[in-house]
């Protein structure tokens, strides 16, 4: 599985756009880009995924790279409730069936 | 949207005894699902993909006799802790791949926490 790496923790203010970076400069052709976040005592939610051009949808906006080597989830205005844990991950073609597997991700705090 | 039932949502027992989880994709067929187990404070380890109607697909150091899994339906994975130890106590999640083509993605159920005394 391709490797992708975020950082440990970032913080936000409330209202406030937050920009979540993720480097996957191994990424193959056929890798797309997902996002998922992960609330306390929770599984985890899909937020968005994208395999080439920006991706925006009601929770969040996906900025990929050109290269497409990094990518960034956007999300407009930070809430209490984006409080989690956000991973980057990457996944095989449609065909692939592939295994989903994480990283640590990025634990994000919202301040109020 | 596709959802996953899984349950119990906690459940204690004690040392020696099993334990079943059950995860179900209530809206959609899942012939891949996946079971990961979660320690405080860490991120999701994979421990293994269900496949409905034939073996599952194990994780390197997952116990396939400790850890029993079971996928007999389109809707329906069941993850048995056997002979179950305090170690055993964690977080156990289930997802399922929905969706096709490339509209895809994975949904989690809510997750079971496992306390073993």
């Known amino acids: 599985d391709a490797k992708t790496t975020q950082p440990n923790s970032m913080e936000s203010n409330e209202e406030e756009p937050v920009h979540l970076p993720c480097n996957h400069s191994?990424?193959?052709?056929?890798?797309?880009i997902h996002w998922y976040r992960q609330l306390p005592s929770q599984g985890p939610e899909y937020v968005i995924h994208?395999?080439?051009s920006n991706v925006n949808n009601r929770m969040a906006s996906l900025a990929i790279a050109e290269d497409r080597k990094s990518s960034t989830l956007i999300l407009h205005r930070a809430t209490l409730r984006d409080a989690a844990v956000y991973y980057c991950?990457?996944?095989?073609?449609?065909?692939?069936?592939?295994?989903?597997?994480f990283g640590e991700g990025t634990q994000l705090t919202v301040n109020p | 949207g596709a959802v996953v039932s899984q349950h119990p949502s906690r459940v204690i027992c004690k040392s020696g005894t099993s334990v079943k989880i059950e995860c179900r994709s209530l809206?959609?067929?899942?012939?891949?699902m996946f079971w990961y187990r979660q320690f405080p404070k860490k991120s999701l380890m994979l421990m293994a993909t269900?496949?409905?109607?034939?073996?599952?697909?194990?994780e390197q150091g997952v116990e396939k006799d400790k850890f029993l899994i079971n996928h007999a339906s389109l809707t329906l994975s069941t993850l048995t802790v056997t002979s179950a130890h305090p170690e055993d106590s964690s977080f156990y999640i289930c997802?399922?791949?929905?969706?096709?083509?490339?509209?895809?993605?994975?949904?989690f159920g809510s997750g079971t926490r496992l306390t073993v005394v």
């Open positions: 994208g395999l080439t």
């Open positions: 269900s496949n409905e109607g034939s073996k599952a697909t194990y």
């Open positions: 191994t990424i193959s052709g056929t890798d797309y």
């Open positions: 809206d959609f067929q899942a012939t891949t």
């Open positions: 997802s399922a791949r929905s969706g096709s083509g490339r509209n895809y993605g994975y949904t």
């Open positions: 991950i990457l996944i095989g073609g449609e065909t692939s069936g592939s295994r989903l597997t």
